[in-house]
């Protein structure tokens, strides 16, 4: 089994910055892909970036946050990031992190993000 502990929401000024970190305990290493998800108030939970654990580490990203955001981990610490820059009012959400295996999906347990104008 898999565990997720996030951080690094709050709140933050528009045009500023925040690094989300998601550690990972447990069975990590039959980890495929980390993720990032937000759920925006009233909308649905839509899929931020992805970054694969084999793959030479390739990425994806919503076209809202391309240039923007940056998806990254630390294989030794079992962590992935997300660089969050210049952000906009319209990113305030409830981030989650998502891990995938073969057989497993697992999810954090959200953390906010507020981005004030």
């Known amino acids: 089994q898999v565990q997720l502990v996030e951080s690094g929401g709050g709140l933050v000024q528009a045009g500023g910055s925040l690094r989300l970190s998601c550690a990972a305990s447990?069975?990590?290493?039959?980890?495929?892909?980390m993720a990032w998800y937000r759920q925006r108030p009233g909308k649905e939970r839509d899929l931020v970036a992805t970054i694969s654990r084999i793959s030479r580490a390739s990425t994806n990203y919503a076209d809202s946050v391309k240039g923007r955001f940056t998806i990254s981990r630390d294989d030794a610490k079992n962590t992935v990031y997300l660089q969050m820059n210049s952000l906009k009012p319209e990113d305030t959400a409830v981030y989650y992190c998502?891990?995938?295996?073969?057989?497993?999906?697992?999810w954090g347990q959200g953390t906010h993000v507020t981005v004030s104008s």
């Open positions: 447990g069975s990590t290493s039959s980890i495929n892909v």
């Open positions: 998502r891990v995938l295996g073969g057989t497993f999906t697992i």
